[in-house]
């Protein structure tokens, strides 16, 4: 195996399954474990086989949450019972479901990143690509009216938080105050520029709403799907400081098309905002 998976325990039932896709591109899916069933937040890539990871942890039933429907969030969900989803983003995880959707996606990836061309020469990296984007579709079951999973005796309460995806969202667990922020609030950077994202100023409004909850809440630790983690206390005051940057006409971004995703793209210190759409 070229890839460097593993389980982290990160608190009292609370785990880390890390990712890393063709050997590099990293994914967190985070197993919230309560008295009677366990929460997995999001399943990484079809190709993770994240069931055993879990099975390795707890014998709980298990339901899935996706922060949202992209597919190396969704990839692994057909390995579980109930799924919840904001419906918003049914369609976002029907798209990202879809093989020759994906198929074009990479195509025009690696016509841009020509250096992959020569990872992928190696049979083992070659299908674990062509693997990972065969994802079975999925049934999908609204998120709780109620606000929150009840795990018994543990509660995951979530929150809606449009910006990467339209139906995007931030889950917290009371216990631990820890919070899962999917990919809206990343250490490198956040992507606004897929046509089921929301532009820059309603992506502000979501990282302000994030920041008051998390304040309000006491949280303890920002824990994203991808890079850094935990991320950084003042990651959503330097968000803020570069949406508002852009909004103020202070920072323009530069086109840039690689293949996976193409918009304009501004960074400001350590974090870069790829967007369409103010």
Avoid at 41 to 55: G, L
């Amino acid at each position: 195996m070229f890839n460097k998976n593993e389980v982290v325990k990160l608190a009292e039932d609370i785990y880390q399954i890390k990712y890393y896709w063709l050997g590099m591109a990293d994914v967190y899916a985070y197993l919230i474990l309560g008295k009677d069933r366990g929460l997995l937040i999001d399943s990484c890539y079809s190709t993770t086989n994240i069931s055993n990871y879990v099975r390795a942890v707890t014998d709980l039933p298990i339901d899935v949450v996706n922060t949202h429907g992209h597919f190396d969030h969704i990839g692994g969900n057909s390995e579980f019972g109930q799924v919840f989803l904001a419906e918003n983003d049914w369609q976002t995880a029907k798209q990202h479901s879809d093989y020759e959707y994906l198929k074009s996606m990479m195509d025009n990836f690696l016509k841009m990143n020509p250096d992959l061309k020569l990872l992928l020469s190696n049979p083992t990296y070659k299908k674990e690509l062509e693997d990972s984007i065969c994802i079975p579709q999925s049934e999908y079951k609204a998120l709780p009216k109620c606000g929150y999973f009840d795990l018994g005796e543990r509660k995951v309460t979530f929150i809606e938080t449009p910006g990467h995806t339209v139906g995007s969202i931030c889950l917290f667990d009371e216990i631990s105050k820890f919070f899962f922020v999917g990919d809206m609030a990343c250490e490198e950077g956040v992507l606004l520029c897929f046509e089921h994202s929301t532009g820059v100023t309603e992506y502000r409004d979501s990282i302000r709403k994030m920041k008051k909850f998390y304040e309000e809440q006491d949280g303890k630790k920002i824990l994203p799907a991808h890079h850094q983690c935990p991320a950084n206390e003042d990651i959503f005051d330097r968000y803020i400081s570069v949406c508002t940057d852009i909004l103020d006409g202070k920072l323009v971004g530069e086109y840039q098309d690689q293949g996976i995703w193409q918009g304009n793209v501004v960074r400001k210190e350590t974090l870069q905002i790829v967007y369409k759409n103010l």
